[in-house]
């Protein structure tokens, strides 16, 4: 399998202004120097505290927002240097699943206007034949034909999530960005979502990239897991090996904090001090290294590239290079 998707070098600023003349004072890196690969037909998880930049990072390979620097090649195709309507073409192939579904659907249009849209838009399929594709889509997500004609609030949670991975299915993508699209459900519901997108990945060959903060659903669904911190990725691996032989302190600590179903295993939680520091003024040399248990002196002034260490896993960490 080849690379469907390439990352090189991504970063996402956002300007700070202020003053009189309301000039650039700083600038909020939000994703701060980013890259990535994504085979055809695997799951990459993208995890981290809440903002560490994974929702940026997603929605910037759609070009939903405009990247500030870097490359994103999507099947042999360079997106960052399209025109806007080159792209709206491409994204008959690249879709996304949105965090809420109740705000990413239109509550004045019944589910059917919603499955439609994106063929009318595309320009695809007379009128009968897309009403016959909105059936058999609402099927293959569980749902049934008749509640086309029903309005988004008129659904619970999960069916409205449903509706969402339906939408994103409508023009057949190989590419799917999953923009946490579990964490407003409830968990019984969270495993029938995350096992209906399993099986169409199946059915369809689609390649996803999700982002979530819950570890226990990333190993669930990932193939491979990069791990965010502060607008950077820490670490990436295939999923066993990141779980069983977490290099990156962060990634130790995110892990020590994932909940045993064993009353009687003693489990050491690392507890990280400090807060996050902001990303309109990271921290110099490692980002990491105000609440790092390992800090170094170099930590603190020259940044870690990423070092594979053997089985495709790169951790950007001074404690695995040789001085």
């Known amino acids: 399998m080849g690379d469907l998707l390439v990352i090189n070098n991504l970063k996402k600023y956002y300007p700070i202004s202020g003053g009189v003349l309301g000039r650039t004072q700083a600038q909020v890196k939000a994703v701060d120097d980013v890259s990535f690969t994504v085979k055809q037909g695997e799951t990459l998880g993208l995890v981290g505290e ?16 405009e990247p500030t620097e870097g490359e994103i090649l999507f099947d042999g195709k360079n997106v960052s240097a399209m025109k806007q309507d080159e792209v709206r073409r491409m994204r008959r192939d690249m879709q996304i699943i949105f965090q809420d579904p109740f ?17 009318i838009v595309h320009g695809i399929s007379s009128s009968a034949e897309r009403k016959e594709r ?22 619970s949670g999960g069916q409205r999530q449903r509706i969402g991975i339906a939408r994103a ?7 799917i960005v999953a923009d946490e699209p579990v964490s407003a459900l409830d968990v019984s519901v969270q495993s029938q979502v995350l096992n209906l997108m399993q099986d169409l990945q199946k059915e369809f060959g689609l390649t996803y990239v999700f982002i979530a903060h819950d570890l226990s659903v990333v190993r669930h669904i990932s193939n491979r897991v990069g791990v965010m911190y502060l ?15 977490p290099l990156h302190p962060y990634t130790k600590a995110l892990l020590s904090a994932v909940p045993v179903a064993d009353p009687d295993k003693k489990q050491e939680r690392i507890i990280l001090q400090g807060d996050l ?4 003024n990271p921290p110099s040399g490692c980002t990491f290294h105000t609440r790092c248990p390992q800090v170094m002196d170099i930590c603190k002034q020259v940044r870690p590239e990423n070092r594979n260490m053997g ?3 790169l951790v950007a960490c001074h404690l695995y290079e040789e001085f």
């Open 50 to 65: 809440s903002g560490c930049g994974k929702s940026t990072a997603g929605r910037s390979i759609l070009r939903l927002i």
């Open 169 to 175: 299915l409508m023009l057949n993508p190989k590419l």
């Open 277 to 280: 520091p902001s990303p309109a």
């Open 103 to 119: 705000a990413s659907l239109n509550p004045r249009h019944n589910i059917g206007k919603i499955l439609e849209e994106p063929l």
């Open 231 to 245: 607008g950077r990725i820490a670490e990436l691996a295939d999923k066993d090996e990141l779980y069983t032989n």
């Open 134 to 155: 909105v059936k058999r889509m609402l099927e293959v997500v569980g749902l049934s034909p008749y509640h086309a004609t029903r309005y988004p609030h008129q659904f």
């Open 311 to 313: 089985n495709n896993h």
